[in-house]
């Protein structure tokens, strides 16, 4: 799985499927003009997925869509499939790059831009705001007080609060759907989840579109729900804070230690928690989902007050290569950027995902190392050399990614810089995770720039959107640099990062203007594909066997007679391995509702109230089982039901064969 860097979190089934939506925007006085945004729900977005995503989709529509005008965003859970980054780092924990993954991303992304494309339409766009206060906290507090105070006085939290909207409407003023941007980590599950989910954004676009269409499946409404990630870098959804989970400590049960989220001097045991942790995570989930769709559903509701978005339509792209990237700062010094490292403090980990061994944040290069790791550190990527070392100062550098190629480049060098201007509402597309502080200095530099520049006038709205097109990993202050919790040991570029993005994307504000005569803006060389390079130690399936005397598809295990609300359900199935057929559009299992004598799917596996789990009983011999549940929900119609699972077995020979078990009849009263 992919968000914690766990060899250990291997996902075993499903919570809910991963889905990718898009929205178009083209100026109806020039079409050509045209912006894609799309919100995918992965981890972050990858240069190696846009490459397909854009090769795919030039192909199909020539000359519409580019580099220029496609961004891939991400909703930044951290229960996703992993092996899809095409940066060696991110793939370690994946054991290498897995295709079939990258392949299902890609295919599903296209997907959402084809049919986003088919159901261009005239019509409006509105925007608007509120304030979320209960649905993020900030993970790193004592890191964002190093900022000035003058700054942090102009801000009533440590975190944004705010949830920004645009509404899309048709002609007659019926909403079709909307793109919103909040900052809040999608870790409200936590590392020891092996359910592929959407985490609280995925859930909070299922929920909203529910509640629109609540008789239309999953992935098949009309309507579309947008919760795009926003400067996530310092946000936590475990919003009660972190305390110690050491049993038996004098500590456990008390607050994490401040400065360092440390127990008993190590992190292991420091956990943040989120608003429902004494229930499950999942129900944290669900409730900073329903916050997030509480927020939207206030600026929906405002329909044509709301404020019209209006001015043409324009995008800029260029690549920049970051290492050693040598910029003008505001008071006319020059700063420059470094190729990647990654610090002591990022293998700290964060209060959402604790680090291991004796590594912890705010950990600087006045403190002495451990040396066993000095020595450690060297044989996994080189020592840095010493323009390195100043050029991060005062980050301790422990993984010198920037220097490690073999077998390929460990982290990206080039990034993507981008901005979508759709009338007065710009989009700077991020290639990293800002923090809180960070993405504020980002919007007032642009919005600024923009109306100096006459691109937009005083009524510019800029949010922040990413992680999105690369990973670069975080961006942080200057000021938090410093203090070097994760945030600050994992912003990739060193110390001048922030500074080197908002010189590049203030130069290109120009570019989104109406001057045509401008052209193209200068840009670095493309990043280089790593594809055909990439390498994967994940074994494939073999053989799938049913147990002696039994089929695929038999139950094992089958439900009871009858259920009532808030009961969950349960049959355990023969069955095979998941890798022999994703089903995409599709779905490994069903609840059927026998209606007028015949049956009809009422869940799938892609509603948060069924789960699917897979586990492989013996490797030798190919065989597995499968467990179906479905917790029944409050208002379920009363009547006759039935567990449904489809799967694909695979012989020797490579054929796949796909199967179907079927529970017993029960009933819901």
């Known amino acids: 799985m992919m968000g914690y860097a766990s060899l250990a979190q291997t996902d075993t089934g499903l919570h809910m499927r991963q889905r990718a939506r898009a929205w178009i925007v083209a100026d109806a006085s020039n079409p050509s003009d045209r912006v894609v945004y799309i919100n995918a729900d992965i981890a972050m977005g990858d240069t190696g997925v846009r490459r397909s995503v854009i090769n795919a989709l030039s192909s199909e529509f020539p000359g519409v869509y580019s580099a220029a005008n496609v961004a891939l965003g991400s909703t930044h859970q951290h229960s996703g499939v992993g092996g899809y980054l095409e940066n060696l780092l991110p793939q370690i924990t994946a054991l290498g790059y897995v295709k079939e993954t990258a392949d299902a991303i890609v295919n599903g992304t296209v997907l959402a831009v084809r049919r986003a494309h088919a159901s261009l339409a005239p019509g409006r766009l509105r925007y608007g705001n509120t304030t979320v206060v209960d649905g993020n906290r900030n993970r790193s507090p004592t890191a964002y007080l190093a900022n000035p105070a003058e700054e942090r006085a102009m801000y009533q939290y440590d975190q944004d609060k705010d949830l920004s909207l645009v509404r899309f409407e048709d002609e007659n003023g019926n909403a079709r759907g909307f793109l919103s941007f909040y900052a809040v980590h999608g870790t409200s ?189 060297g044989a996994i990527t080189p020592y840095p050399p010493a323009e390195q070392a100043a050029c991060h100062y005062p980050k301790p550098i422990l993984l010198d990614t920037g220097y490690a190629n073999t077998p390929y480049p460990w982290s990206p060098h080039i990034v993507d810089i981008q901005m979508l201007k759709i009338g007065n509402f710009v989009i700077c597309v991020m290639p990293g995770e800002l923090t809180t502080m960070s993405g504020r200095r980002m919007r007032e530099a642009i919005r600024a720039k923009l109306i100096s520049s006459g691109v937009v006038g005083d009524d510019a709205y800029v949010v922040i959107a990413g992680p999105a097109n690369t990973y670069g990993h975080y961006v942080a202050t200057r000021e938090e640099y410093s203090v070097q919790r994760y945030e600050g040991a994992s912003t990739l570029f060193g110390p001048f990062t ?172």
């Open 189 to 377: 599950l936590y590392e020891n989840n092996t359910l592929v989910s959407g985490d609280n954004k995925g859930m909070a676009a299922f929920l909203y579109e529910n509640m629109v269409e609540p008789n239309s499946m999953p992935g098949n409404t009309t309507f579309v729900a947008g919760f795009t990630q926003s400067n996530v870098g310092d946000t936590s959804p475990n919003t009660l804070g972190a305390y110690c989970e050491s049993p038996g400590q004098p500590w456990d049960g008390q607050p994490c230690e401040a400065e360092h989220s440390t127990c008993g001097n190590k992190t292991e045991d420091c956990h943040g928690r989120g608003p429902g942790f004494r229930i499950s995570d999942f129900e944290s989930n669900r409730i900073i989902a329903q916050l997030q769709v509480d927020g939207a559903s206030t600026i929906m509701s405002q329909g044509s007050s709301l404020p019209e978005v209006s001015g043409s339509v324009k995008s800029v792209h260029v690549y920049l290569n970051m290492s050693y990237h040598s910029f003008t700062l505001a008071n006319g010094s020059t700063a420059q950027t470094c190729p990647p490292a990654l610090g002591y403090g990022f293998a700290g980990g964060t209060t959402d995902g604790p680090g291991a061994f004796d590594f912890i944040q705010g950990d600087n290069s006045s403190q002495p190392q451990n040396p066993f790791w000095e020595i450690v550190k």
């Open 498 to 669: 922030l500074e080197a993005y908002i010189d590049k994307y203030s130069s290109l504000v120009p570019y989104l203007g109406d001057n045509s005569s401008l052209g193209d803006p200068p840009s670095d060389d493309a990043p280089p594909d790593l594809s055909g390079e990439a390498i994967s130690l994940q074994t494939p399936v073999i053989v799938d066997n049913p147990p002696l005397g039994k089929h695929f598809g038999d139950v094992l295990k089958d439900v009871e007679s009858s259920y009532s609300a808030g009961q969950t359900v349960y049959a355990q199935f023969v069955g095979a391995n998941p890798r022999n057929n994703l089903r995409l559009e599709g779905s490994f299992l069903t609840v059927d509702h026998l209606s007028d004598g015949a049956w009809a799917t009422y869940r799938t596996d892609s509603h948060p109230s069924t789960t699917y789990q897979w586990a492989r009983t013996s490797t030798l011999l190919g065989t597995s089982t499968v467990n179906v549940s479905w917790c029944v929900e409050l208002g379920t119609p009363t009547g006759t039901y039935r567990l449904k699972y489809y799967g694909d077995a695979k012989a020797l020979s490579g054929a796949i064969t796909p199967f179907e078990g079927t529970s017993g009849n029960f009933t819901v009263s």
